[in-house]
Structures are given as C-alpha cells and as structure tokens.
C-alpha cells in the first residue's frame, strides 16, 4: 500500500507563504474530500491541522488552510512564523483494503 | 481535558505477542472510534487500524501490513482501547500512537505514544 507522495522539504523566510502538496490518485485523494493534515514538532505527538480537506478544528490558526484540485491536496500556511517549523502530514482516507493511508512528510524549515 | 495515556510499550523478541493500552479520559470514549498509528523511528506516520463505536458496529479495519496479526478490540466500560500485537516482526518497532477519531476519517487528539522495540 503505497503512501502519498509530498515533497521531503519546504522552506521559506518569516511573513511568507508556502504550500505544500499531497499527491495520490483517484482511489484516494481525488475521489473523496477526506483530506486531512497534521503537523508534528520533534519528539512530540501529531496535531491536527486540516480535516476534510479545508476545515480548521478549534483553535488551530487562520494562517492555516487547505484545498485539493484533482488527485492533490494542498496545505498552504501563511504569514510563516518561526513556530510553524516542523514536520507536515496529509491523510486520506482510501477505497482499498487499508482505508487510511498517510503521506510521506514534509519538513518545513522557516529561514 | 480530552486525554489518551498508551501503555504496555517495551523490549521483546521477533515471534513474540503483546499488548498496547490506551486509556481514554475527559470525553464520553463510547461515542468515538478509535484509531492506532504508528511511526518507526526516524520515519513517517503509518496508519495502523482502528474500530469504530458500538453505536457503528464496533467493527475493525486494518493495514495489510498487520492485518491478520494485529487485533484492536475496546472496553467502554473502562474507556480503553487495545492493541494486541501478535508474530511480532523487527519491522514493528515504533512508536505507537492511539488516537481519537473525528468526523470518521481524521484525528483529531492523539498519545504521547508509547514505543516497541522488536529486536533479539
């Protein structure tokens, strides 16, 4: 059961945006908007940042947002702060034997 | 405050079983599914499985990386969710993670996770 692929690394300066994409296929991503993305400090537990695609839970800031067009979703962050640096997951749910299926990661460094 | 304590990580030998404890606290536990993830050290999350409230069946889904070893059952008397690891392989060390679901297809409070080591 193949992950979905997102890019190993972002970067970017303080104040500025950067996105992050997810890409999967048509059995996943593309087919359901059940997109959602986690972000993990070192040596601390996942927090969720994004559900179904675009939806910010409680407490979880603006300068977060989602969106998906075809078989990527995207996580943009803007207004990069210095707290924002971490490691970044998409999820989805997928019609398969393994309903859940994680991406690879992204590791955003704000320089 | 909604909480999740693993439990029951530790040392044991390839071929070996044991069993993961996730006690649940400041939420109605029966009401959500709950989930396990995993994440081999220096890698990225995998999703492990999960079972889904009573009121939905109780039922369980698994990966087919542990489908027919692993077994995730749950105690709503006790709000704790299991995981039983059973033919342990060294490709399961990691630390585990249990997790609340929300909406059904998300996470939305997770462990501090609790860490197997698979190793002779």
């Known amino acids: 059961q193949s992950a979905l692929t997102q890019p190993a690394s972002v970067s970017g300066s303080p104040g500025q945006s950067i996105t992050i994409s997810c890409t999967g296929t048509s059995s996943d991503v593309g087919g359901y908007n059940y997109v959602s993305w986690y972000q993990q400090h070192p040596g601390k537990a996942p927090k969720l940042m994004i559900f179904d695609v675009s939806n910010r839970p409680s407490g979880v800031s603006y300068r977060f947002s989602g969106s998906k067009s075809g078989n990527t979703a995207s996580l943009t962050i803007s207004g990069l702060q210095a707290e924002d640096e971490a490691d970044y997951y998409c999820?989805?749910?997928?019609?398969?034997?393994?309903?859940?299926?994680f991406g690879t990661g992204t590791k955003v460094t704000v320089l | 405050e909604v909480q999740l304590v693993e439990s029951g990580g530790g040392l044991v030998q390839p071929g070996r079983s044991l069993r993961l404890s996730c006690t649940a606290s400041?939420?109605?536990?029966?009401?959500?599914?709950m989930s396990w993830v995993r994440q081999a050290p220096g890698k990225g999350l995998e999703w492990v499985g999960f079972i889904r409230s009573e009121a939905h069946g109780g039922t369980t889904d698994y990966a087919a990386s542990v489908k027919g070893r692993f077994t995730i059952s749950r105690d709503d008397s006790k709000s704790i969710a299991y995981l039983q690891m059973n033919s342990l392989k060294t490709e399961d060390t990691a630390v585990y993670y249990c997790t609340r679901e929300f909406r059904g297809y998300s996470s939305d409070c997770w462990g501090q996770g609790a860490l197997l080591t698979v190793s002779s």
């Open positions: 400041g939420f109605t536990f029966g009401d959500y599914g």
């Open positions: 999820s989805s749910y997928r019609s398969s034997s393994t309903p859940r299926v």
